[in-house]
């Protein structure tokens, strides 16, 4: 077969098939028009999973009658002036190929009226093909009706899912452009039933609130950190929020949707041990950077983006979103207890209307307060900062050789001598828990003697703490939270003086030609992670130093595997010394079913305040469950 050019109707289904896959990626297509169009409200509704009828519309600034047909042609913008704008690009869609590329596999409708216009103008693409243009009367805004998805590429339908699942993909990309424009009020309508929501109110763990409900937008933590020209903001869902897949993980780059491996591996580093292992936790973080630092046009449907200093972005992400977590306490009474404070105050969300040509779909903050009864939805309070973010420094710990390493047998009161508090004579025999309960029942109210305020009501299965606190109960997992509290006393030795030991004997690590180059280029680097280490003639290496491990560790096959991950060694020497601590406080820690005085759970409580820490034992297991006296009377049937 010879060599020919392509007819036009060819060229534009295949340019159609790299930025339209789906009725989901034809939604994010439209709506970031609409986005770039200044608009308030976005309407998106769809019938047969969008494939059949996906209509999208807002309130922006329209499209001048005698620019509508251009809209529709190849390569048409009104967002670049020339390549150099390439490299400063602030709009969310840019290359003029996702309004010519959906019609050039669907019947398309677009009704659009500029701002003070009179009137505005009606046009019909099916199949690439203009078939009429006229003047209409319309809101002001822009509605695109896309119809038959691939009616004209039939091996391109047949790979479509069912409509069903069509429409969580539709779904999935209406929630990700909610969440990273929460000054936008965004409505899904999916067969005529409204899926979604948001307030458009700025809030973003209102925009949480539409997408997850309350329960999940209450228990987000806050994140807004900066580190130089770079600024990472947003919510953060660890322990009870996080999810068996990353799939609840939204990353927004200058306030465009991506899909950003570097931002995931370092939320994944920075809630290590908030969340379950083999857990992931959900997040909605915007990183805010100079534009011509960053690389969006990598990608035809604009998901992935480059950055220049990708290291320098890893390093300062991760320290951001570490700092995001300072300040939490194992045991916060105040943060424990919040989830008894309502989330959202109906009256105050102001709700733009969106009027859809054709049918009514007027909102107002009326209907909101409606919708706000019907799901129980509450007033979040001012505070919904648990963890006091910013400006925290820990205290100093304790120094490696002061740290506790009691045998199991004296569990607490021995570990406790290490902890700066005054821990009473422990009794020599074990008592019951009901003249546990008694005696510490008659402790004083907190307002007599300065401690906290919550109440130790009993032990339940010599296990679990019970709390009574600012009318929630409160339990907790006497393992879980020793476990935690003697870990983070360990903790210094993963980056304090010790974090590097000398051997006694070298030892010689066979090594490649390659991986002595490896360890020469990189001495500076592999001394910064505890190793110390030159060649040993041309087949091997001579360590000398590794970083503080404890127990015995395999030296050849550990220092190997750090210099196969030289791209990551910081982290992975680290991670390396972490799972050593973290089994190292397992061991040491009391275990369920071990009986404990009245003056260890005392001094166990007063740990739990004074230690910063999540509340989370090292292996992301819940430290402690809050049940608020409205659970507890629902649970009893006392309250409807």
């Known amino acids: 077969m010879g060599i020919r050019i392509l007819d036009a109707a060819t060229v534009g289904r295949i340019a159609a098939g790299e930025v339209v896959e789906r009725p989901g990626s034809a939604c994010k297509e439209l709506m970031e028009n609409a986005l770039d169009a200044g608009a308030t409200s976005i309407t998106v509704e769809l019938r047969g999973g969008g494939i059949e009828y996906l209509r999208v519309t807002d309130n922006g600034h329209g499209i001048a009658p005698e620019e509508v047909r251009l809209a529709f042609e190849n390569h048409a913008t009104s967002k670049l002036m020339d390549a150099s704008d390439l490299m400063d690009v602030r709009t969310l869609g840019f290359r003029g190929e996702a309004l010519p590329s959906i019609a050039a596999v669907a019947k398309v409708g677009c009704v659009t009226r500029r701002r003070a216009a009179a009137s505005g103008a009606k046009l019909r693409v099916e199949g690439g093909r203009f078939v009429s243009l006229d003047e209409a009367g319309c809101p ?77 937008a209450a228990a987000l933590t806050d994140v807004d ?13 660890v322990g009870d929020c996080a999810r068996p897949t990353r799939s609840a993980q939204y990353f927004f780059i200058n306030a465009r949707v991506v899909k950003c491996p570097l931002l995931s591996q370092a939320l994944g580093a920075a809630c290590a041990g908030r969340v379950t292992i083999g857990m992931h936790p959900m997040a909605m973080l915007s990183l805010q950077l100079p534009p011509h630092v960053v690389d969006v046009n990598v990608h035809p449907n604009k998901l992935e983006v480059r950055f220049r200093d990708e290291a320098g972005v890893r390093a300062a992400v991760d320290q951001m979103l570490r700092r995001a977590f300072e300040g939490e306490r194992l045991l916060d009474v105040e943060a424990a207890t919040r ?143 020793h476990e935690r ?46 190793f110390e280490a030159e060649p040993f003639g041309e087949r091997a290496l001579a360590v000398r130093a590794v970083p503080f491990i404890l127990g015995k560790a395999d030296v050849p096959a550990f220092f190997l595997e750090m210099v196969s ?35 260890e759970i005392e001094a166990l409580l ?35």
């Open 140 to 216: 002001e805004g822009t509605t695109v009706t896309v119809e038959d998805l691939f009616y004209n590429v039939p091996a391109r339908r047949a790979f479509l899912k069912k409509p069903a699942y069509e429409a969580a993909a539709v779904s999935e990309a209406v929630a990700a452009l909610a969440l990273a424009n929460p000054g936008v009020a965004v409505r899904l309508i999916a067969n005529g039933k409204t899926t979604l929501h948001s307030f458009g109110d700025g809030n973003l763990r209102h925009a949480a609130l539409a997408v997850y409900g309350k329960e999940v």
């Open 225 to 237: 950190q900066m580190e130089g020209a770079l600024r990472i903001s947003g919510l953060v869902g």
């Open 339 to 481: 989830r008894a404070e309502p989330l959202i105050q109906p009256a105050t969300l102001k709700i733009e209307r969106v009027e859809v040509p054709g049918e009514q779909t007027e909102v107002d903050a009326k209907q909101v307060r409606a919708y706000a009864r019907q799901t129980e939805v509450e007033t979040f309070g001012a505070s919904s900062n648990p963890a006091g973010r910013g400006g925290y420094s820990p205290p100093a710990l304790a120094p490696a050789e002061a740290l506790p390493l009691a045998p199991r047998d004296l569990r607490l009161n021995e570990a406790a001598r290490a902890w700066p508090m005054t821990v009473s004579q422990v009794p020599s025999r074990p008592e019951p828990v009901a003249q546990q309960a008694e005696q510490l029942s008659a402790v004083p109210p907190p307002e007599e003697t300065g401690a906290p305020r919550y109440r130790v009501i009993g032990v339940a299965l010599d296990t679990y703490l019970l709390v009574e606190a600012k009318g929630s109960l409160i339990l907790i997992d006497q393992h879980a939270a």
């Open 485 to 530: 509290i003697l870990y983070e006393q360990y903790a210094p030795r993963l980056d304090g003086p010790g974090a590097s030991q000398p051997l006694l004997t070298p030892a010689v690590v066979p090594a490649s030609p390659r991986e002595i180059a490896l360890v020469q280029e990189n001495i500076d680097l592999l001394a910064e992670a505890g």
């Open 565 to 599: 991950r030289l791209d990551q060694l910081k982290y992975a020497a680290r991670d390396r010394r972490k799972g050593e601590l973290i089994q190292m406080a397992c061991k040491h820690a009391v275990k369920g079913g071990d009986r404990l005085s009245t003056d």
């Open 606 to 640: 007063q740990a739990m305040e004074d230690t910063r820490s999540p509340a989370t034992c090292p292996h992301g297991r819940p430290v402690l469950r809050v049940l608020t006296q409205n659970e507890l009377e629902r649970m009893f049937k006392r309250q409807q």
